[in-house]
């Protein structure tokens, strides 16, 4: 008979709520120190962190970058490359007009200045039928940071040393 009015005074209402909010603060406090990730705050979204910036510090953010492509001689040529970045790296789209009939012709981004660019610094795809795609391991930031830069079409792999169009990277 003892143990039955035990058994009452310990599941009462009132001593089922307590029992239910302990258990619910020792259940945030074994959550929060043991299974919770490491280092604070975290939720499913994963945000980039910030690094704080000075007030007259704008930053510059570049997501692409037109060439105009002038005819050098008397080619004729003349054409546009676009320079867009995708996951850190620079894609080239070069579109040219004017360019014979079944040409291939090389195309390179060299250091320098249009017209006499010096050395390559970065090959690209062959323009054929008038268009080359190519994506390089250079950031639009990195090829920034190395101007003067030009993009160069040259008049074959034969011609390498006759260029046909050129422009400047600004």
Not at 14 to 25: M, S
Request: aromatic share 8%; glycine share 8%.
């Amino acid at each position: 008979m003892a143990e039955e009015n035990y058994s009452k005074s310990f599941f009462t209402p009132k001593n089922i709520l307590i029992y239910l909010i302990v258990g619910g603060i020792i259940y945030a406090l074994v959550y929060y120190f043991v299974l919770a990730p490491k280092g604070g705050y975290s939720s499913q979204t994963n945000y980039p962190a910030t690094t704080p910036t000075s007030q007259t510090e704008t930053p510059k953010m570049m997501s692409s970058m037109t060439v105009a492509l002038s005819a050098l001689g008397s080619s004729g040529e003349t054409g546009t490359a676009i320079l867009s970045e995708e996951r850190g790296k620079a894609k080239v789209v070069i579109s040219v007009t004017g360019e014979p009939a079944g040409a291939i012709q090389p195309a390179h981004i060299h250091i320098g200045a249009c017209p006499t660019p010096g050395k390559v610094l970065y090959s690209l795809t062959n323009v054929v039928a008038g268009t080359s795609e190519t994506t390089i391991a250079a950031s639009l930031a990195d090829l920034k940071a190395q101007l003067p830069l030009a993009i160069n079409l040259h008049e074959s792999a034969a011609m390498i040393k006759k260029y046909v169009a050129c422009g400047d990277l600004k």
